[in-house]
């Protein structure tokens, strides 16, 4: 197909298909003359894959291009790309030295090690749980990592179903694939449902003594 | 205290507090001089408070503007709090007039209705869903929102966990003051807790055929 089907394919504008091209994000269609190029599902594909971490995932070019490079790259196996996706959603918190920040730091990773999971000393993640911790004592909340209990428990009974959903066996390329997929976009379908819970659970506590709930937020 | 105690009470620069006086977020101190102000606790907090919707909520300020005239209004109820850190965190999302999304927004409404939780029609979060269900869907993946099951499940056990701690007697301005914190940064600390668990399964399925888990990512 030519650059203009693919554009009414993917819903992404032609300069936007050129912007890709130009970064090497997006490989070049096959040359049919010297300014015309045809391109395949495999395009239709990448495109809209690019499009979803950038417009849902609200990732970076730079972070897109780091996971695009590791789906390409036949040896990075399914557990090394969650861990590439997991990299490019976040890099580490900062405030590591200053003592209180440790002290956090050493009951995250005690509140880890109770909870038996296997995760690696610098992960992104570690540290942005440290940075909430510390946040929420500064504010006077959570006094004790333990209070983050019921958290864990969530994300564990939805990171274990996502596990199970990534094939073992079939095409590589599918399952890395499927791993970048559900790692970005399973984060704003967790929020979204987590909030929609929140107003369905806050209306049948609070609801008795409230305004409307079709109303929406108070006015400003 | 001084405004220079009341920065290293809270690791704010002055020249940020400062910043904050003027934007008005911050209200200011009681006048000791010509240039002189002092103060008290509540500004602490109240930084304190700032501090985490912006660094750890990633918030703009026009969103922390908005928490906070809902959360000094006394006329603004928890439930309602609730509903204004939410439409706060998120904005509508786009894409109403084409065929696809309407279908998606329709699965959605009765995927929601299955689960018999009663949330606004307009409610962002139920519009971000929209969103990322159709990207799935776009990507092949995800034929069903009866798919997104498993997220629902992990999603109202957190939430129902989270209205239950809130206060239903004593101050309003502490419980809107929670009902804030726990809105805003549970999703860091979900986001970063289902990382760590995905991390922890995925090493645990299939840890025997990958790399050393300490070595991080695959280096770039």
Do not use: C, N
């Amino acid at each position: 197909m030519r650059i203009s089907e693919l554009s009414r394919r993917t819903s992404v504008p032609v300069p936007t298909i050129k912007y890709y091209l130009r970064a090497g994000i997006l490989s070049g269609g096959r040359l049919i003359g010297a300014t015309q190029a045809v391109y395949d599902e495999g395009h239709v594909q990448r495109l809209l894959l690019i499009r979803a971490l950038a417009d849902v995932g609200e990732l970076s070019l730079a972070s897109i291009r780091e996971i695009l490079r590791a789906v390409d790259d036949e040896g990075t196996s399914v557990h090394e790309m969650l861990g590439t996706a997991q990299y490019a959603l976040g890099e580490a918190a900062d405030g590591q030295d200053d003592p209180e920040w440790e002290a956090t730091r050493v009951e995250v990773d005690e509140f880890l090690g109770d909870l038996g999971w296997q995760v690696t000393a610098g992960a992104p993640a570690r540290l942005r749980l440290v940075r909430a911790l510390l946040t929420l004592r500064r504010l006077g909340f959570s006094r004790s990592a333990r209070d983050l209990h019921p958290y864990a428990e969530a994300a564990h009974a939805i990171a274990t179903q996502e596990v199970a959903w990534l094939p073992d066996r079939g095409p590589r390329a599918e399952a890395v694939e499927r791993a970048v997929v559900m790692t970005v976009l399973g984060e704003p379908v967790l929020l979204a449902l987590r909030r929609l819970a929140q107003e369905h659970e806050s209306a049948r506590r609070f609801g008795d003594d409230t305004a409307d709930p079709t109303s929406g937020p108070p006015s400003t």
